[in-house]
């Protein structure tokens, strides 16, 4: 059993790469440089740009598509490749009332008996208050009272009830809190909500029965089955919330939208409490009214559940937040990874939310504190609807592969092409953006009718 499905998310994870549509992008992928000629130049543009790469050319920022994914993930049995397994899959239909089969495959277990005989075996029943009775019995459950949080890869259990048929319900801990304030987990879906999806130990009580434990890598799996140990575990996304409330874009192309709904709601109470409370229909659609908010630039809503629409670039993204915060935006296109962080860090030490760009993706960063291995900075990814605590280190460390190792899932490089910053950390209470949204809202709803 699951909550409700957040819309869109089933057209999140398209492998193909869109080839830049408008002259300003093609001469953004070709030298980072939009010029008032790109439109006569674009088809020589995307010669040159298609000629410079034996591989599927990456789209820039201006594409809103992300990089192609390298291969699926590799599941070792560790919280973070179950993760990422189990995100490459968010919308997939195949797991519906197969909530076991879900959570062998994320870890991998059928395919390695000894791992957790208790799961892959399921004590004869082949269902989940099987795996968790034979779990219990070996002295391998986590109760509830126990006080112990969730972390990243937990395996979750529910109790056998008459809404799950007497089957039980089990599903993986993400390591985040949702929106309802109880842990956030993934599941598979089940009828009435297909797909799998992201929910909460608070939803999946309501509608599914209660939650009885869980269990941990360290508890469940034989020794020498996996390779991580408890230092190892994912932690950073602990804590870690977004606060317009952490969701997935609901379309291909609205990671600029959904980063800039962040950044409103870091500087804003009502900007939060009004974006927070939305369900994820409405969360959708009004993500698609950012996106269209600007009235010269009127983007079509990506297609779902695949496609290459056109998202904002840096010089979008740079008038939106222009003209929805106090004063000019600042636009930064650091070198290196050290001024790219310096810059980060910077803004973020004035109190400023930044909006991040990879290469065809945005997110955001909303604030930084003191951790226990130095400065983290609140980053917000909106492909996987996460958030999480990241080390200023390794976002300095070159290679450190920073975006995979904390938002699993997520296919992008860690480089960062271009940060937008606003003029001043407070919302323009006059702003028309805000206002056209409303407007747009009808419109947006009869496309995703």
């Not at 209660?210 to 020794?223: D, V």
């Not at 408890?230 to 939208?257: D, K, L, V």
């Not at 935006?329 to 004035?350: C, F, G, K, M, Y």
Request: charged share 15%.
């Amino acid at each position: 059993m699951s909550g409700t499905i957040r819309p869109g998310v089933s057209s999140l994870f398209q492998t193909a790469t869109q080839v830049v549509n408008t002259a300003k992008e093609i001469a953004k992928t070709v030298s980072d440089q939009v010029t008032s000629a790109a439109q006569n130049a674009a088809s020589t543009a995307q010669s040159v740009f298609e000629a410079a790469s034996n591989a599927a050319p990456l789209v820039d920022l201006s594409g809103g598509t992300p990089a192609p994914v390298q291969g699926p993930v590799v599941r070792d049995g560790s919280p973070a490749t179950a993760l990422g397994w189990a995100n490459e899959r968010l919308g997939n239909t195949g797991y519906d009332e197969q909530c076991l089969d879900f959570v062998k495959g994320a870890y991998a277990i059928h395919q390695t008996a000894a791992r957790s005989p208790e799961i892959n075996f399921a004590s004869g029943t082949n269902n989940a208050i099987g795996a968790f009775n034979g779990l219990e019995a070996n002295g391998k459950i986590v109760p509830p009272d126990s006080g112990i949080p969730l972390r990243a890869g937990d395996i979750v259990f529910f109790g056998a009830d008459e809404k799950n048929d007497m089957d039980g319900h089990i599903c993986i801990a993400t390591g985040n809190t949702a929106a309802d304030g109880t842990p956030e987990v993934i599941t598979s879906g089940y009828p009435g909500a297909p797909g799998v999806h992201l929910s909460s130990i608070g939803q999946l009580s309501e509608e599914s029965g209660p939650y009885i434990g869980h269990t941990t890598p360290e508890l469940a799996f034989a020794e020498g089955t996996w390779p991580g140990s408890p230092e190892a575990r994912p932690t950073s996304t602990q804590g870690a919330t977004n606060p317009a409330g952490n969701a997935p874009q609901a379309w291909n192309n609205t990671c600029g939208a959904n980063a800039l709904m962040s950044m409103e709601a870091a500087v804003d109470p009502e900007r939060a409490a009004q974006l927070a409370a939305m369900s994820p229909q409405e969360r959708a659609e009004y993500e698609g009214a950012v996106l269209r908010s600007d009235p010269e630039n009127r983007f079509t809503l990506g297609t779902r559940p695949g496609g290459t629409t056109q998202g904002w670039g840096t010089y979008m993204m740079k008038r939106q937040v222009s003209e929805r915060f106090g004063g000019e935006a600042t636009e930064i296109q650091p070198h290196n990874r050290s001024q790219a962080v310096d810059a980060l860090t910077t803004q973020l030490a004035e109190g400023k939310p930044v909006a991040i760009g990879l290469a065809g993706h945005w997110m955001s960063a909303t604030a930084m504190r003191d951790g226990e291995s130095g400065r983290e900075l609140l980053i917000h990814d909106s492909w996987t609807g996460t958030s999480a605590w990241v080390p200023e280190a390794d976002l300095r460390q070159p290679g450190s592969g920073w975006v995979r190792t904390h938002f699993p899932g997520a296919p992008f490089e860690g480089a960062i092409q271009s940060l937008v910053a606003p003029g001043q950390p407070v919302l323009e209470p006059g702003s028309v953006y805000r206002e056209a949204e409303a407007g747009m809202l009808e419109g947006v709803r009869a496309e995703m009718s």
